[in-house]
C-alpha cells in the first residue's frame, strides 16, 4: 500500500541518525495530525504535507483499528512507527474523502477531525418536530427588550401606611413621600389631590414601569360627601387618554399605558364593620377598577378581633353587591377557580407594612419590633402580606392588566363610542330638519 520510507537530508532522530521522510499524502489535503513537539522516549517523523513540522503519530495499540489488525513493531521493520504514521495519515485523507471540504477549512493545528457518525445510525427521535413551542421563547425575547407597566393606585384615610405598604411590596423607596417629604401646611389638603410618582425597577434583566397614584385628603374631612368624584375622574380620564390614542389616524407603535390597573383600598382596623363611606367608595370605583380591599396596621388587632372583622367586612360587601379582584365571572376555567377562591376567601388582606430590617435567628427579614417580639412581616403565621403579594405582583399582575383593557376598558369604549354616535346622529337630523 504505501512505499518504503525515504531517508530525509538534514534531519537526524535521537540517536543522531537521519530521520525517515515519509511519503507524500495521496490527496490534496492538509495532513490531519497536530503538530507537536516530540516526546524525548520516542522517535519524530517529518510529513511533507505538513510542511516539514515535527509530527508525533497517533497513540497506537498493539492492534489499532487504524493501521490494521497486524501487530505494530516499536522498534523498527515495515510496522514500525514511521509506516504507523505513514498509514495514519493515508488513512485519514482515504477513508472520509467526502469530508474534503471539512478538513480544508480546519487549520493544520486544529487536531484530529472527528470520525463522521455511520450511515447506519437510527433517526433521531423528533423527526416530526416542527418547533411551534418557540413561539414562548419569542414573546419571551420580545417582552424582556419591551418591558412592562403596572399602575397601581392607594386610597385610604391618612396614617395607615399606604405608602410603607407600597415600599414593602416593591422592597425600595417608590412612594411619593418616600421621594418627596411634603411641608407641614401640605401635609392634610382641603380637596383630595391626585398624585402619581412612575419608577423604573428591574430585577433579573426584567424591566417594569412601576407607576404608583396616591389619593392625599381622602376621608381627611369631616364633610367627605362626594369624596370619590376626584378619583372617578382621574380613572376615566386615563380611559380617555388611551381611547383618543387608539383613534387617532396615525397611531403610535406603542400608546403608553397610563390607566389604573388596580386600586388598593384601606381598611381603618376598627374591628366593627365597613363605614358608609367605604360601602359607597367601593361600590361606584368596582365598576371602573379592580379593587382589592386590605386591612391596614392589622397587628393592632388581635387573631380573634381579624377574624371576625374579616368575616363582617365579608358580609358587607356581599350585602351592597361588591364585587372585588378577583372577579368569579373572570375565571377562564376550572384551574383558575381553584386559585382564586383561595384569594377570595382571604379578602381583605389583614396586611402590616414595614420597610425596616431585623435578625431573627440570624435571618434578615422586614418587620416591626415590639417590647414582646417582633412581626414578620413576610411571615404567613402573623399577617397576610405574602398572599396579598402573591397576589398583585407573582400571580396575577398579567390578569389584572388584562381585566383592565378587556373589562373595564372596553366598558368605558363602548359607552363613549355610543355617546358619540348617538350625537352624531342628532346633528345629523338638524340639518334635514331644516331642510324641509
Known sequence: MHRNASMSPGASGAAGEPLPRLPSCPLPLPCP?????????SPSYLCPRCSGSLLVPRPQSPFDPLLGSEPCDPVGGPHSQAAGAARLCCWATEAAPGCAADMADTPRDAGLKQAPAPRNEKAPSDFGYVGIDSILEQMRRKAMKQGFEFNIMVVGQSGLGKSTLINTLFKSKISRKSVQQPASEERIPKTIEIKSITHDIEEKGVRMKLTVIDTPGFGD?????????????FINDQYEKYLQEEVNINRKKRIPDTR?????????ATGHSLRPLDIEFMKRLSKVVNIVPVIAKADTLTLEERVYFKQRITADLLSNGIDVYPQKEFDEDAEDRLVNEKFREMIPFAVVGSDHEYQVNGKRILGRKTKWGTIEVE???????????????????QNIKDITS???????????LHESNVSNGVEDKEPEAQEM
Open 33 to 41: 495530525l497536530v503538530p507537536v513537539l516530540p516526546p524525548k522516549a
Open 221 to 233: 374631612h369631616i364633610n367627605n360627601e362626594n369624596c370619590w368624584q376626584p378619583i372617578m375622574k
Open 260 to 268: 389604573v390597573h388596580c386600586c388598593l383600598y384601606f381598611i381603618p
Open 379 to 397: 411571615n404567613t403565621t402573623h399577617c397576610e402580606f405574602a398572599y396579598l403579594r402573591d397576589l398583585l405582583i407573582r400571580t396575577h399582575m
Open 406 to 416: 378587556s373589562i373595564h376598558f372596553e366598558a368605558y369604549r363602548v359607552k363613549r
